[in-house]
């Protein structure tokens, strides 16, 4: 039962690189999510889908994209790296059959840019 | 817009003794309030969650909170703290219907540390 799985744990990037961060669920999940957490400001919502091939902007978009194939996968992308993008960044997953379930995550994936 | 406010960026309580940590939030509709805790080096953990009904929520490892509508308040509270409660807390609301994709909005966070 793995939950949310989040590729890879630690990463460090040269500015101006891009890469992507994986993120697959095998809970069936319609809704996931991205978020980056840095100190003092919670986790804030970078990109979300509602389901496959469905996918929208959050509250910090730029410099980021993301795409829904199938229903597990959720990558994230960053086009080209900047040192504002250091952060650690959570993707989540929910079922979307009624609006009050809550949301599972993933380890992390701890991003230091360069 | 929604928005989630925890005042407190650290409490710290000793071993044994009542806690609280504070949560405020704004919302337009109708608020689903969500408690997570995050041990060091993990993501984050469901704890608790207010819909609606009874406003005190009893959730995971004997926290509770306590949902008032007239303070627009969601603290999180447990009776006798452990030192194993000590972790980075996150209170989060759900503003339906009105936020897109019905995401969550996250506080700021409030380190919690116990001490024996």
């Known amino acids: 039962n793995a939950g949310v799985t989040q590729t890879p744990k630690f990463q460090v990037l040269k500015t101006g690189q891009s890469m992507t961060l994986q993120c697959a669920q095998d809970?069936?999940?319609?809704?996931m999510s991205w978020y980056r957490q840095d100190p003092g400001m919670g986790l804030r919502l970078i990109h979300y889908?509602?389901?496959?091939?469905?996918?929208d902007q959050g509250e910090v978009p730029n410099g980021y994209n993301v795409s829904r194939s199938t229903t597990e996968d959720f990558p994230l992308r960053l086009l080209s790296a900047a040192p504002s993008q250091t952060s650690v960044y959570f993707c989540a997953s929910r079922t979307g059959q009624a609006w009050n379930t809550e949301a599972f995550f993933g380890q992390g994936t701890r991003l230091t840019v360069v | 817009a929604q928005s989630v406010a925890q005042p407190e960026d650290q409490v710290n309580v000793a071993e044994g003794n009542p806690l609280t940590v504070k949560c405020t939030y704004s919302?337009?509709?109708?608020?689903?309030l969500f408690w997570y805790v995050q041990y060091p080096n993990r993501g984050l953990q469901f704890l608790l969650k207010y819909i609606t009904g009874d406003n005190l929520v009893k959730g995971s490892y004997g926290f509770e909170a306590e949902f008032n509508k007239s303070q627009t308040s969601f603290h999180l509270k447990k009776p006798s703290a452990l030192v194993s409660d000590s972790a980075l807390y996150f209170c989060a609301v759900r503003d339906v219907p009105y936020t897109a994709g019905n995401m969550l909005t996250f506080g700021g966070g409030t380190r919690l540390m116990v001490k024996p």
């Open positions: 889908s509602v389901g496959a091939g469905i996918t």
């Open positions: 809970m069936n999940h319609e809704y």
């Open positions: 919302v337009s509709g109708n608020p689903y």
